[in-house]
């Protein structure tokens, strides 16, 4: 069940990287999977994501994805000419 959400999801995210960003930003899906691995992991291992928030502030696994993830995104709009459509 969360296996086929978490594709779903990635997959809504690899086409609105692409559309809205340009193929370019495709670089940060590893990050995003990464991600999702991650808080399934913690789901099926430790019982967490019943607050997924709490989750992610008490993971570092997760919060270094996320950090990496925004790092990634802000280099790649700011240097890397991956900005939003219509800019």
Known sequence: RIGASAVGAVGAYAAYAVA???IVFLVTLPLVVAGFVRFGWLVRRRDAGVVPFESLLADGGLLACGAAWGAGA?????WGGAAPAGW
């Open 20 to 22: 809205a960003h340009g």
């Open 74 to 78: 802000a280099g790649l709009v700011h």
